[in-house]
């Protein structure tokens, strides 16, 4: 099935700064990229999303680029909050097989 | 309910003991999903169920882990045999979709297995 590398497995911001998180996939078919917020004790949830026929997709202070020659897929987060803290999953998708997920990236917003 | 329903939230078991962990998935979701998260770990996939079609059984990591979705709705995920590596928090999922591309996963609240 689909691998899916995702780095750093912790990241530590200033309150206001963007973070960056990075994650490559093996599979070169593979056409849906969502990310997933995880805060403590609660369930995953899915914050944004892209398909494969597109380059950059932004909402609000969150924007996903694709770079599908390089199998690479970044989630930038900007102006961040303390809000913001929490497990932040990859994960890569081949239409008709099953959505794998990266190790996760626990990131810290401090104030 | 209105979301994804998961039971037991809580189950310990004694090594060797074989356990059952019960999903129901939001009405009308094609899409079923089965992950396992250890401590502070990732999402592991375990088991797919996509419409119709044959389940996904790629992520299952031994022949201890078996699942079922009976008539296209609740699916039960059953490890005999239990041993200690066994204990993680099972997380269902569903989507609304059936096949090609997931699209968003609503994910239950997650069965916790402690394996003694």
């Known amino acids: 099935g689909e691998n899916v590398e995702q780095h750093p497995s912790t990241l530590s911001v200033q309150e206001g700064d963007s973070a960056v998180i990075k994650c490559t996939y093996s599979?070169?078919?593979?056409?849906?990229f969502p990310w997933y917020k995880q805060e403590l004790g609660k369930r995953p949830q899915l914050i944004i999303d892209?398909?494969?026929?597109?380059g950059e997709k932004k909402d609000q202070r969150i924007a996903v680029t694709l770079n599908k020659t390089a199998k690479h897929f970044s989630l930038h987060i900007t102006e961040t909050q303390p809000e913001d803290s929490a497990v932040y999953f990859c994960?890569?998708?081949?239409?008709?097989?099953?959505?794998?997920f990266g190790k996760g990236t626990s990131l810290l917003v401090t104030p | 309910g209105a979301g994804v329903s998961q039971s037991p939230s809580n189950k310990v078991t004694e090594k060797g003991k074989d356990v059952e962990l019960r999903c129901d998935p939001i009405s009308g979701h094609t899409a079923l999903y089965w992950y396992r998260q250890s401590l502070g770990q990732g999402l592991e996939f375990l088991i797919y169920?996509?419409?119709?079609?044959?389940?996904?059984k790629s992520g299952l990591p031994s022949d201890r882990f078996s699942a079922e979705r009976t008539g296209g709705s609740v699916s039960t995920l059953t490890i005999q045999r239990t041993q200690q590596e066994d204990s993680a928090v099972y997380l269902c999922a569903s989507s609304v979709t059936g096949t090609g591309i997931t699209g968003e996963l609503f994910f239950g609240e997650g069965s916790r297995l402690t394996v003694l």
């Open positions: 599979d070169s078919a593979s056409n849906y």
């Open positions: 169920f996509q419409g119709n079609s044959a389940p996904d």
């Open positions: 994960a890569a998708q081949l239409s008709g097989y099953a959505l794998n």
């Open positions: 892209i398909r494969s026929n597109v």
